[in-house]
């Protein structure tokens, strides 16, 4: 079974639908991200959190909100999907390695489409 | 703030060339540099970290403070090593949050 799963892996929506996207992890980080990847515009930062109480705005957060439910569980939602957020999204957890590098660990990633 | 620049979209080179990967960042304080890769249908996954001072497939990093880079290395490219490759750093001023550079295509013709 994978460490961190994100469902669904794909999705079709129209403009202005409610689209949640899910991660759930079993490798016992806190830390917690949801990245969005565009071609020619590599990976960008949504939100992230450190810990169940803990949620911090990213780079690109507007028109996104999350929701830490435990700490294996971190949900990404479009209150109101719009066709420029038709991207692959990333969800991550991270842990400091023996060597003290805060190293991601990625899903498999979640296609959303807005028509 | 942090940056991590990747100047080229798209590399391509034949079987047995040597490769390099551009990366330059900018960051004030004591960075941490990763190259991340993602294989064709597979997941993002770290291919090495500067703080080992590794070789995994053949690849090599040097963190080069002085120019502010973290190029990407292999003498000889494999097919297999065809696949999507970022830069990405963090550091205690962020929180140790990793920043992405836009990615390079890297191409190796047999």
């Known amino acids: 079974d994978a460490d961190v799963t994100q469902t669904p892996r794909n999705r079709i929506t129209k403009t202005g639908k409610r689209i949640m996207l899910e991660c759930s992890q079993t490798k016992g980080h806190d830390r917690m991200y949801w990245y969005r990847q565009d071609p020619g515009l590599g990976l960008r930062l949504i939100y992230y959190s450190f810990d169940v109480k803990d949620i911090n705005k990213g780079e690109i957060s507007d028109g996104y909100s999350v929701s830490r439910q435990a700490q294996a569980k971190f949900s990404l939602s479009l209150e109101s999907a719009i066709p420029n957020q038709t991207a692959l999204y990333f969800c991550?957890?991270?842990?400091?390695?023996?060597?003290?590098?805060?190293?991601?660990?990625f899903g498999a990633g979640s296609r959303l489409t807005v028509l | 703030a942090q940056r991590v620049t990747q100047p080229e979209k798209l590399l391509s080179v034949f079987k047995g060339a040597p490769v390099e990967l551009k990366c330059n960042y900018s960051y004030s304080g004591s960075p941490e540099l990763f190259w991340y890769v993602q294989y064709s249908r597979q997941r993002l996954q770290l291919l090495l970290r500067h703080i080992s001072r590794e070789s995994i497939k053949g690849f090599t990093a040097d963190l080069n403070k002085g120019e502010t880079s973290f190029h990407l290395k292999k003498p000889f490219a494999q097919e297999e090593d065809s696949a999507m490759y970022y830069c990405a750093l963090s550091g205690q001023g962020g929180s140790y949050i990793p920043t992405f550079g836009r990615g390079t295509s890297l191409i190796v013709h047999p």
């Open positions: 991550a957890t991270s842990d400091f390695d023996n060597s003290g590098a805060n190293v991601l660990t």
